[in-house]
């Protein structure tokens, strides 16, 4: 008895993602898919010799045929994928008594220039994942090879992603369409590059978990060891952290960092100062006074006559400034 076929539910169906039109940037390439589908090819069918200047993946799932590449004949079968392009000349042809299914994607790869200012958002480890693999997609040799990493499951991931309506289909589909690049690059004659990412030591790591628990809990009651056991680490440990990163002491940053958000709910609105008291984690008005003066050598309500002009997208800077005197 012959075993279902996993990929007959893409049949229904074929042009689903085709018609699409999915286009996407990974690392520094932009990427459109012009087709990612299941083509049956009938026994004996010939597809005469065409080039594409884009990538053209051909992936077997089922039956068996030839593929002629620069004159050279290949036998396919189930299990084996090629690539033809960007302007190989090919011509592939079903067996004379099998029927031959192909899985293809063919996609458009093209470098896109980009300024310092979009290479600095934390993905330099992402360019060169991709530059890498395209560099070993293009010395892939021209030959079918088996598809030991199982690529040809991605492209049901895909297809159901759309089909299902699954949420987030858009990202699953390119998702799907990377591991699928990033699986047949595998099979390149260009050595694996390791890259060593950015890293940070581990104070440097416990410093920012720290700081950003302090952000998200500001408001309420926080003491030295309740930020240390959400590390974990012990509280002196953690208060040795703050002074290695430039920081006078936990106590210090916490109240910079609780009077920093007071100055701006005194600068962008017109609530009481006894009520931004309360809501920045002070205990009452009267210590909020008393904690400012001594900061700023004015009080709170001398602040906010000084900055009723001051619009909130000048905020960050006037308390900056403030910080420096």
């Not at 012959?2 to 993602?17: L, N």
């Not at 065409?50 to 053209?56: D, I, Q, V």
């Amino acid at each position: 008895m012959a075993k279902p076929f996993a990929y007959s539910i893409m049949a229904t169906r074929s042009d689903e993602i085709d018609r699409l039109d999915i286009q996407f940037r990974w690392g520094g390439y932009g990427f459109r898919v012009l087709r990612c589908h299941l083509a049956t090819f009938a026994p004996g069918k010939v597809v005469r010799f065409h080039k594409h200047s884009e990538y053209e993946f051909h992936f077997i799932p089922r039956g068996k045929g030839t593929v002629i590449m620069e004159d050279n004949v290949h036998q396919l079968h189930e299990g084996l994928f090629y690539l033809t392009g960007p302007n190989v000349l090919h011509q592939q042809e079903a067996d004379a008594h099998e029927a031959m299914d192909e899985l293809c994607l063919h996609i458009d790869i093209v470098p896109i220039k980009e300024s310092e200012d979009e290479q600095s958002w934390g993905d330099p480890w992402e360019r060169h994942e991709a530059e890498s693999c395209i560099q070993a997609l293009n010395n892939l040799p021209l030959r079918p090879h088996v598809d030991q990493y199982n690529a040809m499951s991605w492209f049901l991931s895909a297809y159901r992603a759309w089909t299902e309506g699954q949420p987030g289909a858009f990202s699953s589909i390119k998702q799907a369409i990377i591991q699928i690049l990033l699986r047949a690059a595998r099979m390149s004659t260009v050595p694996n590059d390791t890259y060593n990412p950015p890293a940070q030591t581990m104070n440097e790591y416990r410093f920012r978990i720290a700081t950003q628990f302090i952000h998200d809990n500001y408001a309420q009651p926080l003491t030295l060891q309740e930020v240390a056991d959400r590390i974990p680490i012990s509280a002196r440990q953690l208060q040795r952290i703050f002074r290695e990163q430039g920081v006078e002491s936990f106590s210090a940053y916490l109240e910079n960092y609780r009077l920093s958000q007071v100055c701006s709910a005194i600068i962008e609105g017109n609530r009481p100062i006894e009520q931004i008291a309360l809501e920045h984690g002070f205990a009452s008005s009267n210590y909020l006074y008393y904690v400012f003066k001594k900061r700023f050598l004015m009080t709170p309500r001398q602040f906010r006559s000084q900055h009723t002009s001051v619009t909130a997208s000048t905020v960050d800077e006037k308390l900056k400034e403030m910080n420096r005197t």
